[in-house]
């Protein structure tokens, strides 16, 4: 897979999140259709991004260019995957806040979860434009 490759899919994936975040934000009591949306989030997250790796995001170091290019590139890998690693981590925390949204019945309890939703989406859409921004151009 090609850098161009990985900009586009976290490209795309950094445009569900900010159109959740504003479906989120504008769908106060719509609990079923947020958790439809998310699912559909979360099946393009997985099918983009959750699959990408070090191995198959093309990020292996030709053997003839200058030591401190690679070492540049060694670098790029290393903040990536911690970056994917935190969007993993961040998409399972953002679905069981999203279970705990359909469980809710008090209105402060669905606002407070829904605050939660978008305090998460929020960091991955800080972990996308960051993963993007430092992808070799």
Known sequence: MEIQSLDSHYGIFLENLEAFK?????SPDGKSA?????TDLEQMY????????VENGDRSIPKDIPETISQTI????SQWQSLHTETHRTMRLLQTDIIFLQAS???TTIQ???AACLTKIEHLIAYCQQILTQ???
Do not use: D, G, N
Request: aromatic share 6%.
């Open 22 to 26: 504003v479906f989120l934000e504008s």
């Open 34 to 38: 947020i958790a439809e949306r998310f």
């Open 46 to 53: 997985r099918e983009k991004i959750l699959i990408l790796t």
């Open 74 to 77: 060694s670098q790029h890998t």
């Open 105 to 107: 019945r008090k209105e």
């Open 112 to 114: 407070q979860r829904q």
């Open 135 to 137: 992808l070799p151009k």
